[in-house]
């Protein structure tokens, strides 16, 4: 019985899809970040880097490519050939907040450009003042911020990051106005933390975790719901549900892998689950949680998706109640 002509052209249109799933990986993958070499991200990404190569049986390289605040990097990407061997590694709030701080200039759209891999690891924030200040707990500094209109500063790592995001809902729910001094980057913020310049940092975990070990730093608050448990150093620090009860303040950080959208479903399958692998072995796990971040893989590409566009309804809040706008 002839085959019918319709099957044989859809086998044929289907064959070099096929072909490109069944030859990845072909040559070196790129894993591509998109802020300078030292950060989180980069950290992440360098180590899933060395595990992935022998899984795979290519190289695998990773390129910084900062700017735009994630933008250059997430577009280098969103351009590259859709073929698996260009990734981007990144944290929320370039594939979620940067939509709504960017608006009309920003030169993707991450939910249509970019195609899930997989959620990599999840964090939260921690506020930290100088271990030198006066204040003793995050209650006993936003009843002076109450008290004192604008006369405390918090340096965050620029405007519409997740620290800046996150501390303008904490004003609004404590009813305090605090300064907001925007830095290009965390170190030099931290360094005019340590220097008094500025009286509080509200960030990321793993850049402040060395000065709260060498006790420059005072963990005030975390940024969860509920404390961190899972960092020994900080278990007896307050959630936010503690300091300010009922006002629903649950920060949530993740980061993440994702490749340019056209990518073949089989090439995302089989990146999910390498690197999925590697997250649920005990070594990688051991090593982000010294980081203070959990290691996080999802089931399947289309879980983190899911996922994702829950996730972009919450930044979309937190940018719109905020005010922020991108520099």
Known sequence: MPIPRRLVLAAGLALPSLARAQAFPSRTVRIIVPIAAGGANDLIARMLAERLAPVLHQSVVVENRPGAGGNIGGQAVVQAEKDG???LLTSANVITA???LYGARMPFVPLRDLAPVTTVGKGTLLMVCNSNARFRSATELLAYAKANPGKISMGSSGTGTISHLYMEKVKRAAGVDITHVPYRGGGPAFADLLAG???????????????????RFRPLVAGSARRIDYVPELREVPGMEEVLPGKGIDALNFW??????GTPAPVLAQLNQAVGDLLRGEELKRKLLELTILAAP???PEAFGAFWRAQDSVWKALVVESGATAE
Request: charged residues 15%.
């Open 98 to 100: 940067n939509t709504y």
């Open 298 to 300: 999802d089931a399947s």
């Open 256 to 261: 993440c892998m994702l490749a340019p959208a």
């Open 197 to 215: 310049n500025i009286d509080i940092m509200f960030d990321v975990i793993p850049a402040m975790l060395p000065h709260i070990r060498e006790g």
């Open 85 to 87: 061997h260009t990734l």
